[in-house]
């Protein structure tokens, strides 16, 4: 049955590929055709498509098609690495989720070997370019980095006498009960306290990881390989999380990604949402309902003066190896990844810079050249210790956390579990290096 699914799934996976991708329009003899995959949600896909037009209008001898990604990281990098393994020409330039960029190495273009179209001179955020250069070269330009944070409803803490967003997870808990209880006894019955990115794949590895990492639980596995989940403090967090379920969060966020949980934050039915910095640009869009009633705040600690600890998320730009036109992938990727660019998705998009400089850029909102700040307090998934087998890292967690959301498994049962699933794949990690 399993077999079955999983079938399904690639089958209309692939079936979106070919609907959206890159094989229905034929080159002309003049122009060649490159395709870039993007986002499809959210304001990106207008700002993409207003960056082709500019892109198309410098390099009048390409047209450049836009590759619509499907919802959650893994079904992205599901198709991508078919297309590697058919060593596909698809999509040409794609963005590609900072922990993939060490498992997909052998089949993105070598940037350094285009010294004069890529600016290597960056000064981008030194350990994001560390992260996407490999054996010394650079596989991956940063776009965007990544940070999490706690959406609350202004209105609602003021009208339950709250002065401040909570600090610690408790206190997350001990608001969202009570303002849960009194808005379902004043008659909304689809009222919910916390909502965040319960579904089994990438999203949950990060919210995991926040709560683990925020109890001093580390994160899974250190950068120096050593397995740590299996800890009091993990098995804390995970029993806190465990106890949201079905009290201040509904049964469904075990299905929720980021955007089904802002649709509930944005429909006005939320306490608290947890999700990426870009999401304040389309909660506090002129046509969101939450508009003026959308406050935003770090994420809280586990322990009282512990750490905010957010999950270092964030994009790359990729050249696929298997291009026809390496040299125009490569003009289109550097392009796209430009400090123009960059700073029209800040201002757009709300994403951060990946370009350091730009954070002294004041036409660019004050929370966004603060959000620099932020980045130095991050934690990173264990994408390099795990690397090239980060994917079934990622994986064991997804599924074990989620077997703990959903009553299955005892916090206590899923680290111990966890640590020996980690330790077979870090077994196979050491023999990649000998
Ligand atoms: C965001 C982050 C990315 C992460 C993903 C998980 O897109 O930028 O790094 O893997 O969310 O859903």
Not at 22 to 49: C, H, N, R, V, W
Not at 376 to 385: D, F, G, K, L, M
Request: net charge negative; hydrophobic share 40%; charged share 20%.
């Amino acid at each position: 049955m399993k077999k079955l699914l999983l079938i399904l799934t690639i089958c209309s996976m692939t079936f979106v590929f070919i609907a959206c991708g890159g094989t229905d329009e034929k080159e002309t003899d003049d122009k060649i055709m490159l395709t870039y995959g993007g986002a499809a949600s959210g304001f990106e896909p207008q700002l993409l498509e207003e960056l082709i037009v500019e892109f198309e209008a410098i390099h009048t001898n390409i047209k450049v098609k836009r590759f619509a990604t499907p919802p959650e990281t893994d079904n992205v990098r599901a198709l991508y690495f078919q297309m590697f393994e058919s060593k596909s020409s698809d999509v040409d330039v794609f963005q590609a989720d900072v922990v993939w960029v060490g498992e997909m190495e052998d089949h993105l273009i070598n940037l350094s070997e285009y010294p004069e179209s890529v600016d290597l001179s960056t000064n981008m955020f030194p350990s994001i370019v560390e992260n996407n250069t490999i054996d010394g070269n650079l596989v991956a330009m940063p776009l965007f980095p990544d940070s999490s944070y706690l959406y609350y409803r202004k209105d609602l803490l003021e009208k339950y006498g709250y002065e401040n967003p909570p600090v610690t997870y408790e206190e997350m808990t001990e608001m969202a009960t009570t303002i849960q209880d009194g808005e379902r006894a004043a008659g909304n019955a689809d009222f919910v306290g916390f909502v965040f990115q319960g579904n089994s794949y990438e999203g949950l590895v990060c919210n995991a990881l926040e709560w683990i990492a925020s109890y001093n639980g580390g994160s899974f596995i250190e950068s120096d390989g050593r397995v740590s989940i299996n800890n009091e403090n993990a098995i804390e967090a995970l029993e806190l999380a465990q106890s949201w379920i079905g009290t201040i969060s509904p049964a469904g966020v075990t299905g929720m990604n980021e955007d089904s949980a802002t649709q509930v934050f944005q429909s006005g039915n939320a306490l608290f949402l947890r999700n990426w910095i870009a999401f304040y640009a389309m909660l506090t869009a002129d046509d969101s309902v939450v508009k003026d009633k959308t406050g935003i705040s770090l994420l809280p600690t586990g322990i009282a003066q512990g750490t905010h600890a957010g999950a270092l998320g964030g994009w790359q730009l990729a050249a696929n190896k298997y291009s026809k036109h390496p040299e125009e992938a490569v003009m289109l990727l550097n392009f796209m990844a430009s400090k123009q660019t960059q700073k029209k998705r800040a201002m757009v998009l709300n994403n951060s810079p990946a370009y350091v400089e730009l954070y002294l850029d004041t036409e660019l909102s004050e929370f966004i050249r603060d959000s620099k700040d932020v980045y130095e307090n991050t934690v990173a998934r264990p994408s390099s210790a795990a690397a090239p087998y980060y994917g079934e890292v990622s994986r064991y967690i997804s599924s074990t956390i989620h077997d703990v959301l959903i009553g299955n498994m005892t916090a206590r049962d899923a680290v111990g579990k966890l640590e020996l699933d980690l330790e077979e794949v870090m077994g196979k990690v050491k023999e990649t290096q000998n």
